[in-house]
């Protein structure tokens, strides 16, 4: 059984892979090439709906567009991942259910220009061409990396006067109303707003961030993304089925969001329900500990007491929220028994990606256990992603 690391593309190679697609489909150059990056959180899963604190970084990992403007209201498609090309009318397009409504990948380009739109931007058709090196279905949120470098890339084209936060609820928009995913913003924010060496402290009940140093290289650790190739859909009916726990929660609990909660136990106590309980347990314990981690990372404190938050972290997810899987489980006890500090699924959970906090030195002895506990288990092979702490969306050429 042998160890596959996928590598990030450079942006060099990103930016000439694209451009290449583009010019081949379009017969003709574009006019710049933009990519936005996937991410891992660190800590502070499915916190960003109840109004909570979350703590991702952005990926090396990155989805690059191309893009060239039209003068009419087409808007043409291209992805390296998808066979044929696909044609969109801008004026016509409207949110799922709808009869405008735009299927598959698509709506997460479109969706952003739509929503632009709504909000009386300027924006136009145009071709555009998409490749990625995000890894597809594996909760990196390879759907943020994917309308975030549309969003850019429009923003530039028709020379939009946005800050990073508008932008991001133009993709949040896509994303929930054009695509169908009701999901929670933590990843368009990420895929926009975090910085190189910097985790980035969101605070989604107002949308303010604050930057927080992470840089593990500089203290001898690594973070490991072990992909355990579970299928995983947020579209389905599990995320919304928690989502709308925690909102009844909420309003039986007379606050706004969860994270409004500053008694526990009274909360606790005051909800009849088992499974509510568990869940509401959950987000405050999370947002808890999430706060917990920066406030470690900001004083440079022992990495330990950061793996253990993050191993605490999963378990309340596995057990109170109970979104983990037997893949994502077999990741993290493995990976904590062949020597990282700590560990837990990352994104939305039900499959996708666990991360590791793991030393350097011991980096390949856990892709080793992990790749093992797999193959005994039956599991699919998992793959890993080394990764650090990356740069936002933006203009490559
Ligand atoms: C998915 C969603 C996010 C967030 C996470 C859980 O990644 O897209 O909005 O809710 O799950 O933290």
Redesign the pocket.
């Known amino acids: 059984m042998s160890v596959v690391i996928r590598d990030a593309w450079t942006r060099p190679d990103g930016a000439a892979r694209v451009a290449t697609l583009f010019t081949e489909t379009f017969g003709q150059e574009p006019d710049g090439i933009w990519s936005a990056p996937g991410r891992v959180?660190l800590i502070g899963?499915?916190?960003?709906?109840n109004g909570g604190l979350?703590l991702p970084i952005a990926l090396p990992h990155r989805t690059y567009a191309a893009l060239r403007r039209r003068d009419d209201d087409q808007v043409r498609l291209i992805s390296a991942q998808e066979e044929s090309q696909r044609s969109v009318d801008l004026a016509e397009a409207g949110p799922v259910g709808t009869l405008g409504e735009v299927d598959g990948w698509p709506a997460y380009v479109v969706g952003v220009a739509w929503a632009m739109r709504q909000a009386g931007y300027p924006v136009a058709g145009f071709d555009i061409a998409i490749d990625s090196c995000v890894p597809y279905g594996a909760g990196l949120?390879s759907s943020a990396a994917l309308s975030g470098s549309a969003g850019v890339g429009l923003t530039d084209l028709f020379g939009l006067d946005l800050d990073r936060e508008q932008l991001v609820r133009f993709c949040i928009a896509a994303e929930n109303q054009m695509a169908g995913a009701p999901?929670?913003?933590?990843?368009q924010s990420a895929s926009l707003r975090c910085q190189p060496g910097y985790a980035l402290l969101l605070d989604n009940r107002d949308h303010s961030v604050q930057q927080i140093h992470f840089d593990l290289a500089a203290r001898d650790f690594r973070l490991l993304v072990i992909d355990t190739k579970a299928p995983h859909a947020?579209v389905d009916g599990q995320y919304a089925a928690r989502r709308q726990t925690c909102h009844e929660a909420a309003q039986q609990l007379g606050v706004e969001y969860l994270a409004d909660i500053t008694d526990l136990d009274e909360a606790l106590a005051r909800l009849t329900d088992p499974v509510a309980q568990s869940r509401v347990r959950h987000v405050v314990t999370e947002i808890a500990r999430t706060r917990q981690v920066a406030e470690l990372l900001q004083k440079d404190a022992d990495l330990a007491e950061v793996g253990r938050l993050f191993t605490e972290s999963h378990i309340s997810l596995r057990d109170d929220y109970e979104v983990s899987c037997p893949e994502l489980d077999c990741a993290v006890e493995e990976a904590l028994r062949a020597g990282a500090v700590g560990a837990r699924m990352t994104?939305?959970g039900f499959g996708g990606s666990a991360i590791a906090l793991v030393p350097a030195t011991t980096v390949g002895e856990v892709m080793d256990g992990v790749v093992q506990a797999f193959a005994a288990r039956g599991f699919a092979a998992p793959e890993f992603l080394v990764v650090e702490a990356s740069a936002p969306g933006g203009r490559d050429a």
Do not use: I, Q
Request: proline share 0%; charged share 20%; aromatic share 6%.
């Open positions: 959180n899963e499915h916190t960003d709906y979350a949120s999901t929670g913003g933590m990843d947020l994104g939305g």
